[in-house]
């Protein structure tokens, strides 16, 4: 018996792999999505980048040209697009600056490998390329770079103002920048400027006035006014005390209620309570305190009304209502430990400081320490602003200038800013394509031409011809000009070192290593798959 091919158990031949399409399909829907981030992102680059408004649900508005708030806000829905959203909020963690670029490279390199794709080379392919690419990158990257010493107070504050010079309050960079550099050397400790961490800079919003009046105080500052009606609001040669107890009369465990119908009860229950907060006030006063500190209470009130006229009788300074997450900034810049009951309130666990004063800022009042003995290495900005939309924006421009200069602390190395290290970038990689073979020299030179994407929008955000910029700015970099880049108030290729704009080395070397990393991971996947959650 003869057994026809169609009768033979088992599919038809082909059948198995019918669904080759899928894979290509679920890649080229990453790259699209990934690409449509970058996309909406791109003209908030570089100094005369666009800003983004952004309405919540809520009704709260917020102007930013911060590629990192942009994004955090942004309702991407897309699990590729939230990769990019991941990337921008990695480079901000990491370098804290260049979180546009960041994305808008992400963007380019998908793009080179939608082409590759295209010519049929295979996706774990142009990933190991990629993975060389980005280390010859940060190779050419360092090359170029030029070491500083933390003691060049004007190098720091270049970078500083470069980060600034693409926000909002750009044209106050000159005086916040230098804000920024004083911070930054302040909390850094000798020796360990690895662990300079910025959580050390309490940044205070203060509504009124204008960013001219921001300012560098180098103590403590408190969002609060001090609360005594009649007590003193200036006090010199301070003895600070700070108390995690309430000065108020005691509460019951549970919720219930006393009942007292007789006078002479009642009577007796002031009496007590009377006594028990003169009792802590004598406390205070045998101590030597004039100032005091008081953190939040959750059940009761931290400092009751009797307690606030004796308080202010023996001319106490009172701040009430510390909050529980600024204790710790408060012990570290005060060198001290909290006093958590009336038996640990002596004279030894108080703390010195020349001056404790209520400043007056625009409609608002806070309270000043400052000339703190054995202070921590902390420092407080008191960032002004006419309206809350200026003041979020100066806060999230100051915050990146304080990171650049973080970065600057841990790594001491700076590059030209002005698109001027992604072309030497493109032309070395290029370079280095033609004396490679096989599916790499393709690759490089993809990656080397998706660098060109930065200057290339930094020219088009800036009003001037990419093409022709771009060209003329590849022809400067391959006579031998490295430091050659955009300058965009001048609208031509000129020397960007002197035009002062640099930037710290790490901010480079991480948005290409992060960018390319990201870029690998959305290549490698081939299929999405639901969950039954």
Do not use: W
């Not at 203060?206 to 969002?223: Q, R, W, Y």
């Not at 701040?319 to 309130?345: G, M, Q, Y």
Request: with cysteine.
């Amino acid at each position: 018996m003869v057994v026809k091919p169609a009768m033979r158990a088992g599919k038809p031949q082909g059948q198995a792999y019918k669904d080759k399409s899928k894979p290509a399909d679920i890649r080229q829907s990453n790259i699209n999505a990934a690409k449509a981030v970058s996309d909406a992102i791109r003209t908030s680059l570089g100094p005369r980048g666009m800003d983004k408004m952004i309405q919540a649900g809520n009704g709260e508005v917020t102007i930013t040209n911060d590629g990192a708030t942009i994004l955090k806000q942004m309702n991407v829905i897309h699990p590729a697009a939230k990769m990019l959203v991941e990337l921008s909020r990695a480079q901000d963690v990491e370098a804290g600056d260049g979180t546009t670029s960041v994305v808008v490279v992400a963007g380019a390199l998908l793009e080179a490998v939608e082409k590759l794709l295209q010519m049929g080379i295979h996706p774990t392919a142009i990933s190991d390329a990629f993975q060389k690419c980005s280390a010859k990158a940060v190779d050419i990257l360092t090359e170029m770079s030029r070491p500083i010493e933390l003691t060049d107070r004007e190098s720091l504050i270049k970078s500083a103002s470069t980060s600034l010079n693409s926000k909002v309050v750009s044209q106050h960079s000159s005086q916040l920048a230098p804000i920024a550099v004083d911070a930054v050397l302040k909390v850094t400790e000798p020796g360990h400027e690895s662990g300079c961490d910025l959580k050390n800079v309490k940044i205070i919003r203060s509504l009124g006035g204008t960013i001219d009046d921001t300012e560098l105080v180098d103590g403590l500052v408190f969002t609060q006014r001090s609360c005594g009606v009649n007590g003193p609001k200036r006090v010199e040669k301070a003895k600070i005390g700070l108390i995690q107890f309430c000065i108020s009369a005691p509460k019951t465990d549970m919720d219930h209620s006393v009942v007292v119908s007789d006078y002479a009860a009642m009577d007796r229950v002031l009496k007590e309570e009377r006594a028990y907060i003169l009792n802590i006030v004598k406390q205070i006063k045998k101590a030597g305190c004039n100032v005091l500190l008081v953190q939040k209470s959750i059940l009761r009130d931290a400092v009751s009304d009797l307690a606030l006229h004796f308080l202010d009788k023996i001319k106490v300074m009172v701040v009430k209502d510390v909050e529980r997450e600024d204790i710790e900034f408060v012990c570290k810049t005060l060198n001290c430990r909290p006093i958590a009951s009336l038996d640990h309130f002596l004279p030894e666990h108080l703390v010195n400081a020349d001056l404790v004063e209520e400043v007056s800022s625009g409609s608002s009042k806070f309270v000043k320490v400052t000339g703190i003995q054995n202070m921590g290495r902390t420092v407080s900005i008191v960032v002004r602003g006419s309206n809350k939309l200026v003041l979020e924006e100066a806060d999230r421009s100051l915050h990146d200038a304080l990171c650049v200069v973080r970065c600057l602390v841990k790594k001491r190395a700076q590059i030209a800013g002005g698109g001027a290290p992604e072309i030497e970038m493109a032309l070395q990689l290029a370079a280095h394509a033609q004396t490679l073979e096989g599916v790499d020299a393709y690759c490089f030179r993809g990656f080397a031409n998706a660098l060109e994407v930065i200057p290339s929008t930094l020219a088009e955000n800036a009003g001037l011809n990419p093409i022709a910029t771009v060209t003329e700015l590849r022809n400067r970099h391959a006579q031998g000009e490295k430091n050659a880049g955009i300058n965009v108030r001048k609208g031509a290729i000129t020397d960007i070192l002197a035009e002062n704009v640099v930037q710290p080395l790490l901010v480079s070397t991480s948005s290409i290593t992060l960018a390319s990393e990201t870029v690998r991971s959305i290549l490698k996947i081939d299929d999405i798959i639901n969950t039954m959650q």
